[in-house]
């Protein structure tokens, strides 16, 4: 049996007939760029996360770097945030010209650890960066506390916990602003490249907007150095349909996680921890194991997709080498990256193939020694 780590043809397929229409209304219209489709897909991106504004932009990352930007923030100052994600969340401070200061993770939840952020604060710091990973919300509360200490910006990093809750309050909606990505791979994904930046503050939104254009207002006259990071009506068009069923998809999402749990957890695989007081949207559904590269091999013969979300930390990438980290600093983040494998988690799976999954999985642990280690059996919570 075959079973992708994703299969976007599988989703297409149930809402192919909408998709085309809403595609065919905007080619009709020839509005394309703005319009009402995509001030729709705002208004509805912004409901769900329980915000008052949104503001579509070009991706995920273009997203991060025009909050930045918007905010303020560039040569000089320091921006906090966790090694353990993808590279667009430091790429986007390095590129205003500020620079990334990386704390480590809590090995329970792979977010980064709340504890360890009032010590690395300085009089450059401008902002905290949390990256609410694989799906579930960091721990907010103190984040918050810390950052209204200081008096400090939160930038969400939300791109792959759409929706995703955190003591009932949804990703996006508790820092100064939130960052989407509708990247094909992420829970709402577009048919390319597409992002949205949520907040609260309205004219913090509409200077987001200016950026958004070039800084332009009106037309021609620049307050502000922005770029074109805008989100093409076509994309709005296919989110718009996909929008309505979001909730459906990460139900189908926890329900594949659930089977997992229930299968892997018995048999000493280390399955992802859930905070009480969160909801994950299940973006990924990551386990830890010792022999990984055995481990995904045997799965690939098996017909079974993996990937490894992310095998080498932000600190000790060649690019940041300047910073000054080395192997060591990190430590928490640094095994993460040498464990996690990610299994396929997407909603279209049958129950056939999640059996699949689980028993070649648990087939290939018992004939290694892939179980996992026991001491890092009781870390975090
Ligand atoms: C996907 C992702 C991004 C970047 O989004 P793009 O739309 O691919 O530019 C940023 N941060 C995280 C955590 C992501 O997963």
């Known amino acids: ?93 390095a590129r205003t010209g500020a620079t ?8 329970a939840t792979y977010n980064i650890d709340p504890n360890q952020i009032e010590s690395r604060i300085t009089s450059r710091t401008k902002a905290i960066l949390p990256v609410h990973l694989y799906g579930q919300m960091c721990d907010m509360d103190p984040i918050m506390e810390i950052a209204a ?25 508790i820092g100064t ?8 791979s ?32 009106p037309k021609y006259y620049h307050k502000f150095v922005g770029g074109n990071f805008r989100l093409d009506p076509l994309q709005a068009a296919i989110l718009l349909v996909k929008l309505p069923n979001l909730d459906a998809w990460s139900a189908a999402r926890r329900r594949n996680a659930a089977y997992y749990n229930g299968r892997l957890k018995e048999a000493g695989i280390e399955t992802p921890f859930v905070a009480p007081e969160c ?6 559904y990551v386990v830890r194991v010792d022999n990984r590269e055995e481990l ?18 932000l600190h000790l990438q060649a690019c940041f080498a300047s910073l000054g980290y080395s192997r060591g600093d990190l430590p928490h983040a640094e095994k993460a990256a040498d464990e996690v494998l990610a299994l396929p988690v997407y909603p279209e799976l049958t129950p056939a193939m999640l059996a699949y999954v689980a028993d070649t999985l648990l087939a290939s642990v018992e004939a290694g020694s892939g179980k996992h280690s026991a001491d890092l059996a009781g870390i975090g919570r």
């Open 1 to 93: 049996m075959e079973v992708p780590l994703l299969d976007l043809k599988a989703q297409y397929a149930t809402i192919k007939n909408d998709v085309v229409k809403s595609v065919t209304d905007v080619l009709d219209s020839q509005i394309c760029i703005g319009g009402p489709k995509l001030a729709e897909l705002e208004r509805g991106v912004a409901a769900l996360s329980g915000c008052g504004y949104g503001v579509g932009v070009s991706s995920g990352t273009d997203a991060l770097l025009c909050c930045l930007m918007a905010l303020g923030i560039g040569a000089g100052d320091e921006v906090i945030t966790t090694p353990f994600t993808f590279f667009a969340t430091a790429g986007s401070i």
């Open 149 to 173: 200490r200081h008096g400090i910006f939160v930038i969400e990093d939300a791109a792959q916990s759409i929706s995703a809750t955190y003591k009932g309050r949804s990703a996006g909606s």
């Open 177 to 184: 602003v939130g960052c989407f990505s509708f990247f094909p």
């Open 100 to 107: 990334p200061v990386f704390v480590d993770i809590d090995p």
């Open 186 to 217: 992420k829970n709402l994904g577009a048919a390319g490249d597409g992002g949205m930046i949520v907040t609260n503050d309205q004219a913090l939104a509409e200077k987001i907007s200016l950026f958004r254009n070039h800084g332009a207002k």
């Open 279 to 284: 909801v994950s949207v299940c973006n990924q």
């Open 296 to 313: 995904r091999a045997k799965l690939k013969v098996a017909g079974i997709g993996t990937e490894v979300y992310y095998p080498v930390p």
